[in-house]
């Protein structure tokens, strides 16, 4: 195998091996280098798709020996115009199992590990071992789920700045047509996607309205059979999206409505787009948008060159446009800061505390039922503790932090490892990837 690999690499050890003036920081020419990347570096590739496919094949050729990739589906028919390592052979068997094979048995000395399953299955020890996780997702979910995760590792010194070894660095890739984008997300450092989730704008929905009496469109024709026709024909049904046979009625039932309004355009294709909320994608933008994020990830390991600072986006429908944009982090996120604020009444109870954290419009959309503990101690635990914790419950809080009153009341830091002033509490919730960190401090106003 090493007489096959001898030479593969002289790109990258003129890459690594060479000092330049566009180096990043630190930055060190040395064979230990490309030994790393071969050998030691461990990547994630999450997602399997469109995407995911270009992001392992490129990888793959830029060094990286030792790759793992999951994904939940399964490989349609539908993926074989772009998803390029599937084969008509594939359908219906597990795109990350498919797609590692392919690349291992295609590109000589990498080892691409398969995972076929949901995200969540995995435990937060699967992800800590990894240097870099790229995403090649196609969902806002799946994407905070991760960010949580990546957030989930964070470690915060006294004076309030991220413990740098603690950081663990996503890149995202996204694309929608002939646009897309690619993001270096180091928590603590950059902003999280919980700090810049306006960057998403909200699914396109239809007013019901327009849908049942003025439809204009192949997708209102789509609409009005799923969100009308279905319940109203087929109540004791659950609609599933992935059931050919359901796909198959309702794009029959959207046909015939298209023909009532002299509406052109609703096809098989468009019915399952409408239905999965399915973008279409275009393989050239996939390739482009994979190798700015494979690229990235090679800066990250080695610093061979100074990294993307820290949002780039791609629009080629009429000519090539790129645009890099450097996004604030939002120094109050519940997911990558050093702690949130709340300020409550000086004489509020720990109760009252608690109904203030589900109240605050940060706080409250991450939380059900949370726990909270002032550093080794737990005031309040719901499960097995709760009986022993509950009596703090009335209790007024600046009591139970009382090691910290003089900190809480003058602003300074505390023993609960806040340097802006207050006290860390740690809350845990069944909700949550990991626990947040709250600063609370307190006011002179009175709770009646």
């Not at 030691?40 to 392992?56: N, S």
């Not at 219906?92 to 995200?119: D, F, L, N």
């Not at 890099?324 to 800061?337: G, H, L, R």
């Amino acid at each position: 195998m090493e007489e096959q690999l001898e030479g593969r690499w002289r790109d990258l050890e003129y890459l690594l091996m060479r000092r330049g003036n566009i180096v990043g920081p630190g930055f060190e020419p040395c064979p230990e280098l490309l030994e790393f990347i071969r050998n030691d570096c461990r990547i994630l590739v999450v997602g399997a798709g469109g995407l995911g496919c270009e992001l392992l094949k490129d990888l793959a050729l830029s060094g990286f020996g030792n790759i793992d990739v999951i994904d939940m589906d399964t490989i349609d028919v539908s993926n074989l115009n772009r998803q390029f390592l599937f084969r008509p052979a594939d359908v219906g068997k597990s795109k990350a199992q498919v797609a590692a094979a392919r690349i291992s048995e295609r590109i000589t000395g990498v080892s691409v590990t398969p995972h076929h399953c949901m995200i969540q299955e995995k435990p937060l020890d699967f992800y800590e071992q990894f240097h870099v996780i790229l995403l090649g997702l196609d969902s806002l979910e799946a994407r905070r789920y991760m960010n949580s995760v990546a957030c989930s590792f964070l470690e915060f010194e006294e004076d309030g700045s991220p413990n740098m070894a603690t950081i663990k660095p996503l890149i995202d890739g996204g694309t929608e047509g002939f646009k897309g984008h690619a993001r270096v997300l180091l928590p603590g450092v950059t902003p999280c996607f919980e700090c810049t989730l306006w960057l998403f704008p909200p699914q396109t929905k239809f007013p019901l309205c327009t849908l049942a009496e003025t439809p204009r469109s192949a997708p209102h024709c789509i609409e009005y059979a799923k969100i009308v026709l279905w319940p109203r024909e087929r109540p004791d049904d659950e609609f599933d999206a992935d059931d050919e046979g359901h796909l198959r009625w309702m794009f029959e039932k959207a046909l015939e409505r298209a023909k009532e309004f002299g509406i052109p355009g609703v096809t098989y294709q468009l019915t399952q787009g409408v239905v999965k909320n399915i973008i279409p994608a275009i393989a050239s933008t996939n390739a482009i948008i994979a190798a700015a994020c494979t690229l990235e990830a090679l800066k990250l390991v080695t610093m061979c060159s100074v990294g993307l600072n820290n949002y780039i986006m791609y629009v080629g429908t009429d000519s090539i446009y790129t645009l890099t944009s450097a996004y604030e982090k939002d120094s109050s996120c519940p997911m990558c800061s050093a702690g949130v604020g709340l300020t409550v009444p000086s004489n509020a109870t720990l109760q009252q505390v608690i109904d203030a954290m589900l109240s605050d419009a940060g706080l409250g959309k991450h939380l059900s039922k949370p726990s909270v503990s002032f550093g080794n101690v737990n005031l309040y635990v719901r499960g097995a503790l709760e009986e022993m914790t509950r009596g703090n419950l009335d209790k007024k809080m600046i009591d139970l932090v009382s090691d910290s009153r003089e900190n809480i009341t003058n602003g300074g830091g505390n023993g609960g490892g806040s340097g802006s002033g207050g006290v860390m509490l740690t809350v845990n919730d069944k909700a949550l990837i990991a626990p947040l960190r709250v600063r609370l401090k307190f006011n002179n106003g009175m709770v009646h």
